[in-house]
Each structure stands twice: as C-alpha cells, then as structure tokens.
C-alpha cells in the first residue's frame, strides 16, 4: 500500500501516487454510503475525538458521520465549553485528551500551524480539519474527488479558483494539490485578496473574470473569509458581486461544460448568484458534500491501518 503516513496534515506532505490510493479507497466508500446498510468495521474499537476552535457545519457533521459509518467510538468536544475558555492552553488540552488513548484526533484551529503543532504532542493519528490559512487536507482531497468524477481524470484540466485566495486554506491545499497532479491552475480575484508571493506556486493570476475563466475546465468559487479581514479589502460586496461574482454570464467564458464548485457556507449574491449555486448541470456543490464523507472515511480508514502496524495489532 503506499500511503504510510502516521497523521494527515496538509496536502504539501503527500506524493501524487498517496493522493490516487486515497480516492481509490474513497469511491469505495462512495458506493457504501449509498447502499441501504452504510456501516464497516475498519475502525471498530477506535476511539476519535473531534476538536473545533473554529465553526464548523459540513467539515465537522462529516467527519462524526466518516467515523459513525466506520464504526468508530466518535466524540466531539465543546471547545467553548472545554477548559480552554478557562485558559488552558492548546497542548494542555490535547495532553488531557492523550491521556484517554483516543486513535484518532480532528482537529480545526484557527491559528496557521496549531495543528502541526498539536501533532507533534500525542500518540495518535492527527486530522487537520483547517488551520488558519495554512491547509485543508481533506477539503482539497474531497474536491480532487468530485473533479476526477465529473472530468474524467484529474490531470492536464484548467481550473480556475476565484476570489479571496489569500485568506483561503482551501485555495492553498486544492493549488498544492492540483498542482502535483499536473493541472494549470490559474487564480483570479482583487489584487488585495491575492497572497504575496503567488507567483511561487506555478500559478497564473487574473483580476479579471471574463479573461481568467476563458476555455477553463473547472470554476472553483471561495467564501469571502470576513473573519480574517481586519478592514479594506474590498470597496462594497455590491461592487464586489459586480466584478467577481460568479453569474451565467460570466461562467459563459468557460467551457460549455465547465463545473462550478464551493467549498461553503456560501454567501449567495457575493461571490456567487443563488440560482447557478443551485443549477443541477453546472454545479457540483452538492457532490462536494457527498464525496466530503467518503474521502474522510478513507482518510480515517488509512490512517487507522498504519496506527495498527505501528501498534503491531492485526
Ligand atoms: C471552508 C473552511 O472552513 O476553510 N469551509 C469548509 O470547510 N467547507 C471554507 C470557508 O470557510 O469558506
């Protein structure tokens, strides 16, 4: 098998050949959980623990659900109810939680490398549910998966990731990705939502739409990150929607058989109009979610099968 990782932390870590047995073990699952008996047993007896700093509705419901159907003892804790409000700090709390033996540890942070950091204090696998901006792992494997479904493949495509790049985990983790599979990948958005030193990661940047979504395969659409704004970035949302939010017309640019994806929660009428979100030929949005549980079944499931070499267990 050639996925020996111990945690999965970002996307940065991983060899193509990893990302391919990953999704290959993910549309298993893709078929379980369609079927009317969803459960397995490749983590019965395995205790996971879901840990979010930050807000959460699909990432979090979905990795409770990956673990459930797997047949793992799932937790999640209250962090704001947890002691960190009292002032105990990270490490504190997750040498607590160590001290229960849990197998596998999701983990959401708000702060770029908490959850590296994090990794390196317990015994058990580590999933990076997003931190600050620096990756979602998972995020970009479940959106590999719903592209190489409605594509074909997954390589030589033309994807377009719009809008606000720089506060983006999910920008960074799916660049990272598609570009070890060899895609060409271009950024488009307001220069102030543009990273600085972009140019590094082998991408093309527009700060037009009708220029940047020309013959493009795929149109991935970003969630204004307002928490992690502090002011000016863009003039008005109204003006914003105006330039960068993704309409009919604007997706008219792409190819006739350009899907359209988000990673949610949406702002409808922001970043893209409500009715394309909802368009059942061009977007793929939905799939996103659905492919969301199988690929953090596959994770959990890889990663289990090496906790259990390490630990000798058959
Ligand atoms: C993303 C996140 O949290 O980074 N959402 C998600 O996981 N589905 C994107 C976002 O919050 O805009």
Known sequence: MTFTHRHLL???????EEIVTLLDLAEEYVDLNRAAKK?????????????????????????????????ADVMNMAMQASSISKGETLIDTAMTLNAMHPDLLVVRHPHSGAVDLLAQKVNCAVLNAGDGRHEHPTQALLDALTIRRAKGRLHRLNIAICGDIAHSRVARSNIILLGKMENRIRLI???????????????EVYDDMAEGLKDVDVVMMLRLQKERMDGGFIPSER?????????????????????????????????IDGTLADDINRSVIQDQVEMGVAVRMAAMDLLARNLRTVQGVA
């Open 10 to 16: 970002g996307i940065e870590h991983l060899r193509p």
């Open 39 to 71: 459960h397995s047993d490749a983590l019965a007896g395995l205790t996971q623990i879901n840990m979010f700093f930050e807000n959460s509705t699909r990432t979090q419901a979905s990795f409770e659900l990956a673990g459930k159907r797997l047949g």
């Open 189 to 203: 958005g307001p220069p102030t939502l543009m990273p600085a030193g972009i140019a590094e990661f082998g991408v």
């Open 239 to 271: 003006e914003y929607y105006h330039r960068f939010g993704l309409d009919a017309d604007k997706l008219s640019h792409a190819k006739p058989d350009a899907i359209v994806m988000h990673p949610g929660p949406m702002n409808r009428g922001v970043e």
